[in-house]
């Protein structure tokens, strides 16, 4: 059950939308070894995003929070995946991506707790 929220300061199309979402379930369930009917994501489009102290160029910042320990391997595959996946969807250079992980023992779902 990671979820991963995703915010660029590019404008997002649903066309788009449905090609991230389709790489970042698939980047969880064969990287982190999350199933995909566990994921939920968000992406925040037209986000005000500096890097380098430019605001114009495209740039992404996407967060990983999910229940379990850190696998730093595990993470490493998913960041190299899901800056493929945005790169290509919406051309942002791979070196204008942040990505953070916060693995966690307690995680809530369904009025109860894991």
């Known amino acids: 059950m990671p979820f991963i929220h995703s915010k660029v300061n590019v404008t997002v199309s649903k ?6 979402n389709e790489g970042l379930i698939d980047a969880a369930s064969s990287c982190l070894g999350k199933p995909e009917t566990w994921v939920m994501l968000q992406i925040e ?5 500096y890097f380098r102290k430019d605001g114009e160029s ?3 910042y996407v967060e990983v929070a999910l229940f379990g320990g850190e696998n730093k ?10 800056t493929e ?7 942002i250079p791979t070196d204008r991506i942040y990505v953070k ?8 779902y369904d009025g109860g707790n894991f």
């Open 15 to 20: 066309e788009q939308e449905t090609k991230i």
């Open 45 to 49: 489009d037209g986000c005000r995003l």
């Open 58 to 60: 495209p740039a992404a």
């Open 73 to 82: 391997s595990a993470f490493n595959a998913f960041t190299g995946k899901a």
């Open 85 to 91: 996946v945005l790169s290509s969807v919406l051309g």
């Open 101 to 108: 992980y916060s693995p966690t023992g307690s995680w809530g």
